[in-house]
Antibody
Framework: QVQLVQSGAEVKKPGASVKVSCKAS????????LHWVRQAPGQGLEWMGI????????NYAQKFEDRVTMTRDTSTNIVYMELSRLRSDDTAVYYC????????????WGQGTTVTVSS | EIVLTQSPGTLSLSPGERATLSCRAS???????LAWYQQKPGQAPRLLIY???SRATGIPDRFSGTGSGTNFALTISRLEPEDFAVYYC?????????FGGGTKVEIK
């Protein structure tokens, strides 16, 4: 069925990097853009950026521009989000979400990946 | 960046009552590109409304969205037990995409 399956929980030390994966199945991978949204504990949703899965181009929220890299592997239908120089306030659930035919609304979400940053 | 402000922060109501949630934008949302999501604990958000007033597939008609420009609202006509959750608005008319801070609808 149509789904996004993310990698498992991560625990990292401050200053480290984390790479979260999002595997798509059940649809044509290159036909949709993928976004990353995060949610700190007890907080709201925060958009991090978007990747054009077909061409690989990206657009990041200014807040994350110097620390985030989104890539994709069209041979395995996986999108990756790497966040570097982690801080404690990066502790959050990270979601990948698929857009709807070029419209940035999200029907299809991954299950979320918990990233904990702690010394 | 468009800032979305949701009010109230918490809404305490009983099943069967009507809920009205507000989302105000710091500047006009282009083409009414505003969506509403419902989120329950431990789950990803669920799309309810897009284009300010169009219900997503499978969403009951007790959920309705209105508004344009800078003022938007989500109404739940008669609260069902499964509707108690947190609701977020999101604008997708301009980059960066932004979300409101959320309104929690809790059982009174």
């Amino acid at each position: 069925q149509v789904q996004l399956v993310q990698s498992g929980a991560e625990v990292k030390k401050p200053g480290a990097s984390v790479k979260v994966s999002c595997k798509a199945s059940g649809y044509t991978f290159t036909s949709y853009y993928l976004h990353w949204v995060r949610q700190a504990p007890g907080q709201g949703l925060e958009w991090m950026g978007i990747i054009n899965v077909s061409g690989g181009s990206t657009n990041y929220a200014q807040k994350f521009e110097d620390r985030v890299t989104m890539t994709r592997d069209t041979s395995t239908n996986i999108v990756y989000m790497e966040l570097s120089r982690l801080r404690s306030d990066d502790t959050a659930v990270y979601y990948c979400a698929r857009d709807q035919g070029g419209i940035s609304i999200f029907v299809l979400w991954g299950q979320g990946t918990t990233v904990t940053v702690s010394s | 960046e468009i800032v979305l402000t949701q009010s109230p922060g918490t809404l305490s109501l009983s099943p069967g009552e009507r809920a009205t949630l507000s989302c105000r934008a710091s500047q006009s949302v282009r083409s009414s590109n505003l969506a509403w999501y419902q989120q329950k604990p431990g789950q990803a958000p669920r799309l309810l409304i897009y284009g300010a007033s169009s219900r997503a597939t499978g969403i009951p008609d007790r959920f309705s969205g209105t508004g344009s420009g800078t003022n938007f609202a989500l109404t739940i006509s008669r609260l069902e037990p499964e509707d108690f959750a947190v609701y977020y608005c999101q604008q997708y008319g301009s980059s960066p995409l932004t979300f409101g801070g959320g309104t929690k609808v809790e059982i009174k």
